[in-house]
C-alpha cells in the first residue's frame, strides 16, 4: 500500500470542500468585522 493512495479521491471533492471552506471563513470575517460593529454602533447611537 502506497503512502499517497488516501488521496486518490476525486478532484472536484476536493475543490468544493476548499470553495466552501473560503466561503465559510470569508463570511465569519465578514460578520465580525462588519456586522458586529454596526450592530454595536448602531445600539449605542440610538
Same mark, same amino acid.
Given at each position: 500500500?502506497?503512502?499517497?493512495?488516501? !488521496?486518490?479521491?476525486?478532484?472536484?471533492?476536493?475543490?468544493?470542500?476548499?470553495l466552501t471552506s473560503?466561503?465559510?471563513?470569508?463570511?465569519?470575517? !465578514?460578520?465580525?468585522? !462588519?456586522?458586529?460593529?454596526f450592530l454595536v454602533?448602531?445600539?449605542?447611537?440610538?
Amino acid at each position: 500500500m502506497n503512502a499517497l493512495d488516501r !488521496f486518490d479521491g476525486p478532484a472536484w471533492v476536493t475543490a468544493a470542500a476548499t470553495l466552501t471552506s473560503y466561503g465559510l471563513v470569508l463570511a465569519v470575517l !465578514f460578520a465580525l468585522l !462588519f456586522l458586529v460593529p454596526f450592530l454595536v454602533y448602531s445600539q449605542v447611537l440610538a
